[in-house]
């Protein structure tokens, strides 16, 4: 029981309760009323039988003593048929004052009552003799009634006892009407209850709606709610209550919001540079931890980029410090937008910046990005009316290839930083062992200025075909370097390195001027193949860059129209300005152009249609994924339709897979390149395995 009530008190609602309580109280007084009521009225029937016996028991004495004093009881016949007749009387019997029966009728049961009847003494009076379960017996005694009284009669005639009556009464009467009261008394006192609960269930409803209302407030604030407001209604003491909490909810909601812009204030003061409001070194590592993990899961490769600011120190001690400050505002503002969107840009410390550039293919963009960034950096800042002119020095690490470690990463990236420093070269990819010695990047500059004389450059080509058909159409001439005793060395390699020192102009040169000679030599064999050549910024800057084209055109003697030239799009965006006029000069001659890695870098569309180029190459890093990404997939559906819409070609680079050729036939792509059809070889394996099959198919 007293679980019951702990359940009852701790997992109902208060309006639960108080209805459960309610109603159990008005239906026990339902109840009680019922039985009280139905206990009265039947004492009230009961004495009312019991006064009718005593009646019926004392008229049948009186008109039962003519039998009596002649014992004929056919005299009293009349009388007791007219007794009977009652319904409740089930037996009349008349004895003598001997207890001798002179006459029995009805239903009579002898055990149930005593044997003799013990009538009242002196007096004509009914009395209840006897009471068993289901009956009453009166008894009267029969007196003898005397003749009317003689004026000469002294004395007063004396009644003589003749003998008694009893009359036996059925309480069937009595158990059927009280059943009847019962039932009665239960039916109104219950309806009466059911009234009187639908009429307190709709006053607790007025009353108590207020007070849910507040509850259902409470209840919402505590389920976590913060911007919750009672209702101000009903009576006095709850509108208090609602306006108290009201009060409370909204004390409580502006010392959350202190507390959470207090939290968010000491959160960015940890965790971010209070000057630049770039993320500060803490910040920073944290950010590498979490790039190293994601690369590790997905087997990618990041860059870090460790950025100093050169002559920072001239700045701070001659223009003052708080110029010194504004500068690194602006340097960061400079380097955050020339970085890809999801790449993090850091204050590390003094003038130093970190980068982190994660989901790499290819070195290729963190050499981009840190061009973009020296770009950048060199434009003149203009503070307080001064043109302040600084520089950049950036070191590459990358990721595994240059540490597993942050501290190794950063390590790396530092000495790298201090090379591009000490040579001043912009820029730098960490090499092995550079932190024991410099020299090595001196001895692989000088072997590499060297390797053109020494025949140690070769190019390579690697075949383009026509989607639509399968033919080859063209190749791309790509430049290897094969040294005596650094082997085969990437491109990712020295092409920096040609760049980062100049030597890339000549390199380029001889590279076109090989390329225009094989593709002369098989186009004199029927072969008439376009070869597609790599531009770098260096050359287009060059101001003889447009004679060198023609004259090595006129030397080789090879159409103009079967070269094409490849500019990529970061270098197109950079020098837009500056390389447009090159590039009609270029189209003047019959030169074809050619975009490449289209998608790596940020094309403005108005500047796109008004590049005179042919075509457009898509990045390899989007057609890897172009069967399992939607995202991909996406972007090279659209930069096809895009091309197609300036009525430029699209050649899609690295196609590896049937899968990823199916998928480009579907896009309308125009020409493909990529291992899947050949490797990049050297000119005798690709005239062996490209055009020998080329000329079989004519």
């Not at 919750?228 to 108290?244: F, Q, T």
């Not at 997905?298 to 001690?317: E, H, I, P, T, Y």
């Not at 075949?463 to 033919?471: I, S």
């Amino acid at each position: 029981m007293n679980k019951l009530l702990k359940i009852f008190l701790s997992k109902l609602s208060f309006r639960r309760q108080l209805s459960i309580a309610v109603t159990f109280g008005i239906l026990c007084l339902a109840l009680f009323s019922s039985l009280v009521s139905s206990w009265q009225a039947n004492e009230q029937v009961q004495r009312t039988l019991i006064e009718q016996g005593r009646h019926i028991t004392e008229n049948l004495a009186r008109q039962s003593a003519l039998a009596l004093l002649y014992a004929s009881p056919d005299n009293a016949a009349e009388a007791v048929s007219a007794t009977l007749a009652f319904p409740s009387v089930v037996s009349v019997e008349i004895r003598d004052t001997d207890q001798r029966v002179l006459l029995a009728r009805g239903n009579t049961r002898p055990a149930e009552f005593p044997k003799n009847f013990v009538p009242p003494a002196g007096a004509e009076l009914a009395v209840l003799d006897a009471e068993s379960a289901g009956a009453w017996r009166f008894v009267a005694s029969v007196y003898s009634r005397p003749s009317a009284a003689s004026p000469f009669q002294v004395q007063e005639a004396r009644r003589e006892r003749l003998g008694d009556v009893a009359v036996v009464m059925s309480k069937a009467a009595l158990s059927q009407m009280t059943s009847d009261i019962f039932i009665a008394n239960m039916s109104s006192s219950f309806s009466f209850a059911l009234l009187i609960l639908f009429l307190i269930r709709f006053l607790t409803n007025r009353m108590t709606r207020p007070l849910n209302q507040l509850s259902a407030s409470m209840a919402r604030a505590e389920a976590g709610e913060s911007n919750v407001r009672a209702v101000l209604s009903g009576p006095k003491d709850i509108a208090d209550m609602a306006r108290a909490f009201n009060s409370m909810m909204a004390a409580l909601e502006d010392r959350i919001a202190a507390v959470s812009h207090a939290e968010r204030r000491i959160r960015h003061l940890a965790y971010n540079d209070t000057l630049t409001e770039l993320p500060n070194r803490m910040q920073f590592m944290d950010l590498l931890n979490q790039a190293m993990d994601r690369a590790r899961d997905n087997g990618q490769m990041f860059a870090l980029l460790f950025l100093d600011l050169n002559r920072f120190k001239n700045v701070n001690d001659t223009l003052g410090h708080d110029v010194g400050d504004r500068l690194l505002i602006a340097a960061g503002l400079r380097i955050r937008h020339s970085v890809r969107a999801g790449d993090s840009v850091s204050r590390f410390g003094g003038d130093e910046f970190t980068m982190l550039l994660e989901d790499l293919d290819t070195t290729t963009v963190a050499l981009t990005v840190s061009q973009k960034i020296c770009l950048a950096l060199a434009a003149p800042f203009e503070i307080d009316g001064h043109d302040i002119y600084v520089s950049a020095s950036i070191g590459i690490s990358v990721y595994p290839a240059d540490g597993m470690d942050g501290n190794t990463l950063l390590k790396h990236a530092d000495s790298a930083m201090y090379r591009a420093k000490k040579n001043n070269s912009g820029y730098e990819f960490y090499e092995s062992g550079m932190e024991a010695t410099i020299s090595e990047h001196v001895l692989m500059e000088g072997a590499l200025r060297r390797a053109e004389g020494r025949n140690e450059l070769l190019v390579y080509y690697q075949p383009k075909a026509v989607l639509a058909t399968g033919a080859v159409s063209g190749m791309e001439a790509l430049v290897r370097w094969k040294h005596p005793e650094f082997g085969l060395v990437p491109p990712a390699r020295f092409i920096p390195l040609a760049e980062e020192t100049g030597l890339i102009v000549s390199i380029g040169a001889w590279v076109l001027r090989a390329a225009c000679t094989q593709a002369r030599i098989w186009a004199d064999t029927g072969m008439p193949l376009a070869v597609a050549v790599n531009l770098s910024g260096v050359q287009l800057r060059q101001r003889d860059f447009i004679d060198s084209v023609r004259a090595v055109l006129a030397e080789t003697g090879l159409d103009p129209t079967l070269l094409e030239l490849e500019i990529t799009e970061s270098v197109l965006m950079e020098q837009a300005k500056e390389i447009l006029s090159t590039l009609h000069q270029l189209k003047e001659i019959g030169v074809q152009l050619a975009i490449d890695d289209f998608g790596t870098g940020y094309s403005s569309l108005s500047y796109l249609k008004r590049f005179p180029v042919d075509t457009l190459k898509i990045d390899r890093s989007f057609v890897r994924d172009v069967t399992s990404d939607p995202d991909d997939a996406a972007l090279v559906t659209g930069i096809i339709a895009l091309a197609h819409s300036l009525r430029l070609k699209v050649v899609a680079e690295g196609v590896e897979t049937a899968e990823q050729r199916d998928f480009l036939v579907r896009c309308d792509c125009d020409l493909i390149q990529g291992y899947l059809l050949s490797q990049p070889v050297p000119p005798e394996m690709f005239e062996r395995k490209m055009l020998d099959a080329v000329r079989r198919a004519q």
